[in-house]
């Protein structure tokens, strides 16, 4: 730091100790605060800051290159791969009704799991159960799961009909939920 800006650090250092003393004692210490004394120091203020302006333009600017930010790693969301068989379920191709058949085993197999932890029966017990479609009140989610359930009334056959989306779709979103409940209940 040269001499000059050490000095005029000082005078400056000064002048706002000053400042603050006399706010807080409420003393002027002989100065008079007209207006010419009020105008000459904010035009002193505005002739340093437009000093310190003009000294900051001559400095030349670093500028740092930054690297791209990392992409997030996705982790698989539990769950990601069943939606996928189940959206590949859709259509009459035969790698289309293979995921259906996959998609109705694996819901099958898992609803047969949650009758022997919930309901503490046999594994025996559980496969009639869905067998015959006594695992649910749902009329959809137990025939889907099983030919040998009651067949579904025909005001719901008529009624499916009408509705958009699959009937695969439909049928899964029933036993889904029928699955929930069971699992629900359990607990």
């Given at each position: ?39 000459l120091v904010g035009a ?44 590949s379920g859709v259509g ?46 749902d009329a959809v989610a ?46």
């Amino acid at each position: 730091m040269s001499r000059t800006t050490a000095v005029v650090a000082a005078v400056g250092l000064g002048a706002v100790a000053l400042g603050l003393a006399s706010v807080a004692l409420r003393e002027t210490f002989g100065f008079s605060l007209s207006y010419t004394f009020v105008t000459l120091v904010g035009a002193l203020a505005v002739a340093q800051g437009v000093r310190a302006g003009s000294r900051r333009r001559r400095v030349e600017y670093a500028e740092t290159e930054t690297d791209d930010p990392e992409r997030r790693f996705r982790v698989p969301t539990p769950g990601d791969e069943f939606d996928e068989q189940v959206a590949s379920g859709v259509g009459w191709s035969l790698r289309n009704v293979s995921a259906q058949r996959d998609v109705r085993d694996r819901l099958h197999q898992t609803v047969v799991d949650t009758l022997v932890v919930h309901e503490n029966c046999s594994v025996d017990e559980a496969e009639e159960q869905v067998e015959t479609g006594t695992w649910t009140d749902d009329a959809v989610a137990a025939r889907f799961l099983s030919d040998g359930a009651p067949a579904l009334p025909l005001r719901t056959r008529v009624r499916a009909l009408f509705r958009r989306g699959s009937r695969f779709h439909r049928q899964v979103r029933h036993t889904v939920a029928a699955l929930a409940r069971l699992q629900e209940e359990g607990r």
